[in-house]
Each structure stands twice: as structure tokens, then as C-alpha cells.
Nanobody, 133 residues
Framework: QAQLVETGGGSVQAGGSLRLSCTASGVPYRANCMGWFRQLPGKEREGVAVVYDEDGSKHYYKSVKGRFTISRDNFENTIYLQMDSLKPEDTAMYYC??????????????????????????WGQGTRVTVSS
């Protein structure tokens, strides 16, 4: 089982930026997919962004498109989430997830991506992001 560690959370004002990082260790091969999820108190977890290794495709939740950018290190199981133009509604606990067994796959071309994370088995402990108005 992989160990995932997130860093980079914090508090910013609306319009500000934060960069999250996540490194997965303990598995000697690349993850099929890695991504970011978030959860607000009392709400279901929602996918924020993922990157697939098979085709390098990146997919975003509709509310963060154009503001967030996911990237992946070419050699390590490390991903980043650059969050710009942050809004108070982005306030949440952010979790990194990895799929090392191939349960996940990119959506069909032209189809939107959405996920609650059930296809991911390995998770980090989370990092809190707070955006004040």
C-alpha cells in the first residue's frame, strides 16, 4: 500500500493562490492515475482534478476549470495542484489520491469528468485550504 503525503495548504484571501503537492511512496512503479479531491463539512467528497498516466490527460471538476492546474512529475509519483483565483467556496479539506491497480480510466472523449473517488484505494491525510472573502 502506498503512503501519500500532501503539503501546501493554508489560508488565503479570495483571489489568491496556493499550490498543493502530493508524493506517493512505498510502491516501485508509477500510478495509473493520481488526483485531488476535496470535502466540505457535511458534504460528499468531490473530485477536483486528475491526471492519467496512460495518455497524460488531465480532467477537472467544472467549478475549478480555468482556475486550477494539475501537473505531475515525469519521474516520481508526485503531483501538484496550482490553485489560482481562489474563492471562498473552494474552502475544504483537500486530499490526494492514487490508483495503482488500474481501477480508474479517463472519460470518453468529450465527456465531462466527475468522481467521488471510489476507484482510488490510496489516500493522503489531507491538507486544509481556507479562502476568506
Amino acid at each position: 500500500q502506498a503512503q501519500l503525503v500532501e503539503t501546501g495548504g493554508g489560508s488565503v484571501q479570495a483571489g489568491g493562490s496556493l499550490r498543493l503537492s502530493c508524493t506517493a511512496s512505498g510502491v516501485p512503479y508509477r500510478a495509473n492515475c493520481m488526483g485531488w479531491f476535496r470535502q466540505l463539512p457535511g458534504k460528499e467528497r468531490e473530485g477536483v482534478a486528475v491526471v492519467y498516466d496512460e495518455d497524460g490527460s488531465k480532467h477537472y471538476y467544472k467549478s475549478v476549470k480555468g482556475r486550477f492546474t494539475i501537473s505531475r512529475d515525469n519521474f516520481e509519483n508526485t503531483i501538484y495542484l496550482q490553485m489560482d483565483s481562489l474563492k471562498p467556496e473552494d474552502t475544504a479539506m483537500y486530499y490526494c489520491a492514487a490508483d495503482f491497480v488500474g481501477l480508474s480510466g479517463p472519460p470518453p472523449a468529450g465527456s465531462p469528468w466527475a468522481s467521488r473517488g471510489s476507484e482510488f484505494r490510496d489516500w493522503g491525510q489531507g491538507t486544509r485550504v481556507t479562502v476568506s472573502s
